[in-house]
Nanobody
Framework: QVQLVESGGGLVQAGDSLRLSCAAS????????MAWFRQAPGKEREFVAG????????DYSDSAKGRFTISRDNAKNTVFLQMSAMKPEDTAVYYC?????????????????WGQGTQVTVSS
């Protein structure tokens, strides 16, 4: 069973940067496809970014492209989301997710493991 723990959320101003971390345990991290999702109040959970088990492939939502970067350190069982040029519409609870199949996917239904979430609030 894989456990995921997010950290790094907080309150920032528009235009600021923030880095989220997700530490994994209980599984073979190097074989997992990892992703970040977010959910704002009253909205559905949405895909933000994903990264393959090797880090060789990444995918981003249109809103994240050019501003966010996903990366992973397999030696430390950790995945990161570097967010820059943040906007108030980035305000949400951010979730780390993992799945055991190798292909990247944007649907939250395909991910087996989830963290508890970390709040990110961007003030204008």
């Amino acid at each position: 069973q894989v456990q995921l723990v997010e950290s790094g959320g907080g309150l920032v101003q528009a235009g600021d940067s923030l880095r989220l971390s997700c530490a994994a345990s209980g599984g073979t991290f190097g074989s997992l496809t990892m992703a970040w999702f977010r959910q704002a109040p009253g909205k559905e959970r949405e895909f933000v970014a994903g990264i393959s088990w090797s880090g060789g492939s990444t995918d981003y939502s249109d809103s994240a492209k050019g501003r966010f970067t996903i990366s992973r350190d397999n030696a430390k069982n950790t995945v990161f989301l570097q967010m820059s040029a943040m906007k108030p519409e980035d305000t949400a609870v951010y979730y780390c997710a993992a799945k055991s199949r190798s292909y990247l996917a944007t649907s939250y239904t395909l991910y087996n493991y989830w963290g508890q979430g970390t709040q990110v609030t961007v003030s204008s």
